[in-house]
């Protein structure tokens, strides 16, 4: 919530800012400073989220400054940027990418380019490039805003340090881990001596430097990040306030990836309670909360708590962001995926379906969303039994992210592994086992050694071995897999019994019945534990 001070200020902001307008509108359209008044009115208005307000005095700006100045003055530039920003946050890429492009063309094309202006063009058309998953197109924009920003303003600036964690973001997308990292640690540290330790930005960072660790399995380096950012917020901002229900978000999903289910949930139950007051019910981020915590039930099997809870998210995310966002497709896939581990095939190829179209015409046939679409159906396909029909959605899956993510990402190893399922399940074995292959040194490469996806595929590779009669090669893979799952998990957590069930089956087929004995004492320890 916003304090009465800074309300007052806004309604200060705004007067001022209509009376200039205003007396710029009474020296005519050729007036000096209509084009100015008209563009900082619209910046500001786009600031306090009245985007319909913003568009039509942006729009404006621009007509101004070109009958002002000409079109390919580089006094309308700003504007053009400004209203691509708009347009972004309405969810109209496609006609704030043409305006992008175009500022950024004028602003190279002038004869002394404003150095700044320049870079935040460049920055900004690559923000757009990565949002569509146009890594390729995206990093040597990010790089050379940067680098402006390092000669014009020093490489101590808090804006070089924007520049290095919007790099660094491009690098996590692509599943380049080990480039993204240093650059969001040198981020951090700029801002740490820039701004202090406690600073809302520094907590950004933080929050970033997190999602890296998140996403290569790290979670002990991943939550006290996640703490720290959490503590800084509630210091500067109130317990209450929506910031600190985002952070005790991340730090519930940390928590249900490491298996800490009765942790994680009711840091869920205090994020969405926290939204709901904040925001009200129907708020964007309240959706996103009742989202994460859905997901969780669905983790834990609870499909009837979940469903209600995805429903809702879904409702509010198109009553406030429009049918058609891509944050509604999001939702949508990730009912259609509750819907298909309960088994109800209908209404989850209804989801999917729906959830693919959005996709697709909002960003595009070959973006990284579709491909996670085409694996949901692709799964969906495989548990009906209709390989047929899933090995082709599953391909194009991989020609999707190979191409836009590259043949190293962590994302294409899940695709290329349930492809690889496929092919197990219609007996095409000497299909399969290059697939497992791959996908399993993809993660290694990008996660370590011990990442529980790591576990999964080992699993899998292992079953085909041991249906085969290749018992000896699928003994180190289950024990290799077991010990990363009880890593993370523990020792008695329920997702391990099928693991160390079928692990203690191949041993006895070995011989090797002391070891055989040990797990499946520990397997009914466990369900005796569940019961």
Same mark, same amino acid.
């Given at each position: ?19 200039? /307008? ?38 404006? %700006? ?5 009958? #002002? ?7 309308? %530039? ?8 708009? *347009? ?37 058309? #690559? ?18 805003? !940067? #680098? ?15 520049? /290095? ?11 380049? *881990? ?19 330790? &406690? ?12 999602? /890296? ?7 002990? +380096? ?29 730090? =519930? ?11 994680? &949930?009711? !840091? ?38 979940? +469903? ?28 259609? &995926?509750? *819907?298909?581990?309960?088994? &109800? ?11 693919? %179209? ?28 209709? *390989?047929? +029909? =899933? ?12 191409? =836009? !993510? ?39 490469? %990008? ?13 899998? !590779? ?18 290799? #897999? ?16 099928? /693991?160390? +069930? ?30």
């Amino acid at each position: 919530m916003e304090s009465a001070a800074a309300v007052e200020n806004d309604g200060e902001a705004e007067e001022h800012l209509m009376a200039a /307008l205003a007396l710029a509108e009474q020296q005519g359209p050729e007036g000096p400073h209509l084009g100015e008044a008209l563009h900082d009115f619209g910046s500001f208005l786009f600031w306090r989220d009245r985007l319909d307000e913003a568009a039509a005095h942006l729009q404006r %700006a621009v007509s101004v400054r070109e009958a #002002a100045f000409g079109s390919e003055h580089a006094g309308v %530039a700003p504007s053009l940027n400004n209203l691509a920003e708009v *347009y972004w946050a309405q969810n109209r890429q496609s006609e704030a990418l043409p305006l992008l492009e175009r500022a950024l063309a004028i602003t190279e094309a002038s004869d002394q380019p404003d150095e700044n202006e320049l870079a935040r063009s460049l920055n900004n058309l #690559a923000l757009l490039y990565h949002a569509q998953g146009k890594y390729a197109e995206a990093e040597p924009l990010y790089k050379r805003s !940067l #680098a402006i920003w390092e000669k014009s303003l020093g490489p101590e600036h808090p804006e070089v340090a924007t520049g /290095l964690n919007n790099l660094a973001e491009a690098y996590r997308a692509q599943g380049r *881990y080990d480039e993204a990292e240093p650059l969001y640690q040198r981020s951090l540290a700029i801002k740490e001596r820039a701004l202090g330790p &406690e600073h809302l930005d520094v907590a950004t960072d933080l929050t970033d430097l997190a999602l /890296l660790y998140d996403a290569q399995g790290k979670y002990a +380096e991943a939550e006290p990040l996640v703490k720290r950012v959490a503590a800084i917020r509630e210091k500067a901002l109130g317990p209450e306030h929506p910031d600190v229900a985002e952070s005790l978000n991340g730090l =519930a999903t940390i928590y249900e990836a490491r298996g800490k289910y009765a942790e994680a &949930e009711p !840091l869920f139950k205090r994020a969405l309670a926290i939204q709901e007051k904040a925001l009200g019910p129907d708020h964007e981020r309240t959706g996103m909360a009742l989202n994460n915590w859905a997901h969780l039930y669905r983790t834990l099997g609870r499909y009837s708590e979940a +469903e209600p809870l995805f429903q809702r998210s879904l409702a509010i995310g198109e009553k406030v962001l429009g049918p058609e966002h891509p944050e509604v497709a999001r939702t949508l896939n990730n009912l259609a &995926e509750l *819907y298909r581990l309960k088994g &109800e095939y209908t209404n989850a190829e209804l989801y999917i379906g729906r959830s693919l %179209a959005i996709r697709e015409t909002v960003l595009g046939q070959d973006h990284p969303d579709v491909a996670m679409g085409l694996n949901a159906l692709g799964l969906l396909y495989s548990d009906k039994g209709e *390989y047929a +029909e =899933a090995e082709p959605v599953l391909k194009r899956s991989v020609e999707i992210e190979e191409k =836009a !993510l590259g043949p190293d990402h962590p994302e294409l190893a899940v695709s290329l592994q349930n492809l690889a399922n496929v092919y197990y399940a219609m007996g095409e074995h000497a299909d399969a086992e290059p697939l497992y292959n791959q996908s399993l040194a993809i993660l290694e490469k %990008a996660h370590g050694p011990e990442h529980t996806r790591i576990a999964t595929v080992l699993s899998n !590779l292992a079953e085909l071995y041991r249906v085969q009669g290749r018992y000896e090669e699928a003994e180190p893979l289950y024990e290799r #897999a077991l010990v990363i799952q009880e890593k993370v998990f523990g020792l008695e957590h329920s997702d391990l019994v099928s /693991l160390v +069930e079928i692990y203690a089956d191949l041993l006895r087929n070995l011989g090797r019945t002391a070891k055989a004995d040990r797990l499946e004492a520990q397997a009914k320890a466990i369900r005796a534990k569940q019961e």
